[in-house]
């Protein structure tokens, strides 16, 4: 009898503490969503404020993806070494300084180094929780990282609200940045209440780097390239909506944009419910997005283009999640050197890809250059089959 109260005791501790880790997951994921869309909104008036041009602007952009590309992957290595949490409390205070330090600063140099912070610390949180996910949820990873993807979608849709917030008041960009450290700050405090790294088997032993091992196995060459192409196809989308409706009504490309990441909200929830068909969501997924970016490509009424977007977004919705949901379990026992490595290939992937479309428009069309969206979206489909076949006959067993 008192065997069994013990058990329950147990059992009812082991589900509080999944419940405080998934609402501070949900919660730094939200606020990541907010910063980056905050960034997004107010990067223009970053570089007007401190007398600079477009040039500078693009110098940003280019060091927040340096940072994202960087240090995720030593912060990775080191997490699997000494524990998750140490790693997660610096990289939020390291997000905290590079976001007070834009704030705070009128000089060009100091806010590229505060940029450079941000991208680093904000990408390394993004790895890590992910990775974290797999190790607190091993039969529902799936599910638990399609919620949290998708909160951090609904952060970002609510981003630029927060910035007119502030300024409809005669408040100043700088506002924004400071709400959102404070809130990254008190998610630092959070982190500090959960518990040590959950123990993981067949930890890899030895002095060499567990980045150089993922590198050579083929499976997890499948998950970083599907990985990249899948982030540069969603970055492809996301930053040539408002080109593609050429002419007026401009508007209907920032709306197109707004129903883009709202459907991926709604994706996320129902791939969530349905984490126990992982498999064929994904694919399902996949080629909806394909079928749809390729409907693109024929002249039709603006309205049935809006449409197209919004179905496109509910496509792409579950493919980020599924995959680093698969790589960080299949790796689980350095799972957060995997999340590091995945996030470098996704940064890689947004920067490239949109470069390359960018490119072919200049030349042609950006109707001809979104092409190579679809282009991608079918080579990630080819790389995932024989991984989520396996996974598929895994979760039907």
């Known amino acids: 009898m008192a065997c069994k109260e013990s058990t329950e005791w147990y059992n009812i501790r082991m589900i509080s503490s999944a419940g405080k880790f998934n609402a501070i997951c949900y919660t730094v994921m939200f606020l990541l969503g907010l910063w ?37 992957p030593v912060a990775g290595e080191v997490s699997d070494r000494f524990g998750k949490k140490p790693v997660l409390l610096t990289a939020v205070l390291v997000m905290v300084i590079g976001i007070a ?13 505060g940029v450079f912070l941000t991208g680093a610390g904000a990408c390394t949180l993004e790895g890590l929780f992910s990775a974290k996910i797999t190790d607190e949820h091993a039969e529902n990873s799936e599910k638990i990282m399609n919620y949290s993807q998708g909160v951090f979608c609904a952060g970002a849709v609510l981003g630029p609200m927060l910035v007119l917030a502030v300024r409809v008041p005669g408040g100043v960009w700088q506002t924004s940045m400071y709400i959102i450290a404070a809130l990254m700050a008190v998610a630092g405090g959070a982190i500090l209440c959960l518990p040590g790294d959950n123990k993981v088997p067949e930890r ?23 990985i990249l192409l899948y982030v540069g196809a969603e970055a492809g989308v996301a930053f040539f909506i408002t080109d593609y ?45 394909l079928v749809f970016s390729l409907l693109l490509q024929i002249n039709q009424p603006p309205f049935v283009s809006v449409c197209l977007y919004i179905l496109i977004g509910l496509g792409m919705s579950a493919v980020w999640p599924l995959i680093m949901a698969a790589c960080t379990r299949t790796f689980r026992s350095t799972s957060g050197t995997a999340g590091g490595l995945m996030m470098l290939g996704g940064s ?50």
């Not at 909200?265 to 068909?277: D, Q, S, T, V």
Request: glycine share 12%; net charge positive; with cysteine.
């Open 245 to 289: 409706f050429e002419g007026p009504p401009s508007v209907l490309g920032e709306i197109s944009l707004s129903l883009f990441w709202g459907s991926m909200i709604i994706g996320r929830l129902i791939a969530g419910l349905l984490y126990r068909h992982s498999g064929k969501i994904m694919m399902i997924c996949l080629f909806t997005a």
């Open 204 to 226: 890899v032993k030895g002095g060499a780097a567990y980045s150089f091992s993922l590198m050579r196995d083929i499976r997890f060459l499948l998950f970083f390239f599907s």
């Open 36 to 72: 980056l869309s905050v960034y997004q909104s107010v990067i223009s008036e970053i570089t007007d404020s401190m007398g600079t041009g477009g040039t500078f602007t693009g110098i940003l952009i280019a060091l927040y993806f340096f940072g994202a590309l960087t240090v995720p």
């Open 101 to 113: 330090t834009v704030a705070s600063t009128g000089h060009i140099v100091l806010a590229g180094l």
């Open 348 to 397: 890689l992937g947004g920067m490239l890809i949109p470069f390359v479309i960018g490119i072919i428009s200049s030349t042609g069309s950006v109707r001809s250059a979104i092409l190579l969206v679809p282009a991608a979206i079918l080579v990630t489909i080819i790389l995932n089959l024989p991984v989520w076949r396996r996974f598929t006959r895994k979760k039907e067993q």
